[in-house]
């Protein structure tokens, strides 16, 4: 019997070696927490990377944006260069050299001067007021008369 009570001494002895070690021992406590950091930095670079790889696509975008607005303005400056200054020699158009390799702007998207296919009602016919030599005249069809407002109770 005395075998019996040594044996499950000694067993005892050992589990309880192994939780006091376990819970003195500053190695496995730090390894702990530089496990727990490691997560937390792998896990903050990804976040990091995401954050750049979206900062990147909205650049892309944006400097895409910006090129096809160039494009359509050096196209208008081309356009109305040529339609404004017709007897103008090439070599004095800064922008008849390129006119001809020129590539049109692929956007769905219409230009401003496409949509507007005649005057706003506010412009005048001709110079008038001090530009003006004579007297100007008001046709009947020009005279916009503003709409009666409703009273809302």
Known sequence: MSWIIAISIFIAGIFIGYIVSRLT?????????????????????EQYRQELVDHFA?????????????????EHMAKTS???MPNLPTQDNPFAQRI?????????????????DHQPRDYANGATGLFSDKAA??????????EPQVKAS
């Open 25 to 45: 021992n500053k190695t496995q406590n730090q390894q702990i927490s530089l496990k727990k950091d490691l997560d937390k930095s792998k896990y903050e670079l």
């Open 58 to 74: 909205r650049s892309a975008e944006l400097l895409d944006n910006v090129s096809k607005d160039y494009s359509k303005l050096y």
């Open 82 to 84: 040529a339609e404004l």
């Open 100 to 116: 001809t390799t020129l590539e049109q702007v692929k956007n769905n998207e219409p230009i401003e001067d496409e949509v507007m």
């Open 137 to 146: 005249t008001v046709r009947d069809d020009e005279i916009v008369m503003p």
